[in-house]
């Protein structure tokens, strides 16, 4: 494990060495979005010249404060919204709407109230037509996976938060998506059910090797999870520098107290400090 800590550099994300083109999924080439028309008194820049690649099965982490746009960019990425300038494409192809090859874990969970924690992990199965029996014995084994066996037949308002974040993972991962965008999924979470969550996650992914596109403003959880942290710039967003994560995987809590890590954070922290400090004063 690394022992010496990394340079937090601002160089230029073009100098890093490009993925081949086989290997990236996702290509993000020069998006900027803008809310509020041209002509409006007071136009919204969101993001600005956002490029960037990502590979398949990496897990990536978007890091930055309040506002800088991490988001907006999961949302048009998802195909919830369109970019204003550039594109992003997914395996070559340009992403114009959301498809079930890209799933979300939002922040608020966004589990069915009616429905059990089966027929929710379900749901996204029988949408894509799948028999009973087979949809049934999928959503059991991703249960199982979230640790969540003997809840299957509990509704949201019986769970804690943690249990319900379980679910809304699991669901995401029913369809077996190749792409899970998670929007600040545990920021409103306790801070010990916080870190169980962020190890499970950790687990899930490595295990699945699914590509994960994380947005979050902790700096311990953006480093503790990604293969890559992307740092993003206050509004208009865009991508300021980007920190490789060598730990190995699978990710434990011992991890945390590595002294790349614990210096990494350091340092980022020190480098965001004043944007956060402004954003909380303004």
């Not at 924690?117 to 749901?123: C, K, L």
């Not at 059991?140 to 037949?153: C, P, Q, S, Y």
């Not at 994560?245 to 965001?272: G, H, K, Q």
């Amino acid at each position: 494990m690394p022992a010496t800590a990394a340079r937090i550099s601002p160089a230029p994300v073009s100098d890093a060495p490009r993925p081949a083109p086989s290997d990236i999924q996702i290509d993000i080439r020069n998006v900027g979005k803008v809310y509020g028309s041209k002509a409006s008194d007071f136009p919204v820049c969101a993001l600005d010249g956002v490029t960037l690649t990502i590979r398949r099965g990496e897990f990536i982490s978007l890091l930055g404060p309040s506002g800088c746009g991490k988001s907006t960019l999961l949302g048009i990425i998802a195909g919830f919204q369109a970019a204003s300038s550039g594109q992003i494409l997914q395996d070559g192809r340009p992403i114009s709407k959301p498809g079930p090859s890209r799933t979300v874990v939002f922040q608020d969970y966004a589990l069915f109230g009616w429905m059990t924690v089966q027929q929710n992990v379900e749901f996204g199965l029988k949408a894509k037509g799948m028999g009973k029996a087979e949809r049934a014995e999928i959503a059991r084994a991703l249960i199982a996976t979230v640790h969540l066996t003997g809840f299957e037949d509990k509704y949201p308002h019986q769970m804690s938060g943690g249990m319900k974040q379980r679910a809304a993972i699991a669901r995401a991962l029913a369809p077996d998506p190749d792409i899970l965008l998670m929007d600040e999924p545990f920021g409103a979470l306790d801070a010990q059910t916080r870190v169980l969550l962020q190890e499970e996650i950790a687990r899930i992914s490595s295990e699945a090797g699914k590509t994960v596109i994380f947005v979050t403003h902790g700096i311990d959880e953006a480093v503790f999870l990604a293969d890559r942290v992307v740092v993003m710039s206050p509004r208009p967003g865009r991508v300021r520098e980007e920190v490789l994560v060598p730990l190995p995987r699978p990710r434990t809590a011992e991890m945390r107290s590595d002294p790349w890590f614990v210096s990494t954070v350091n340092a980022l922290w020190e480098t965001l400090k004043p944007e956060w400090q402004k954003g909380e004063s303004s």
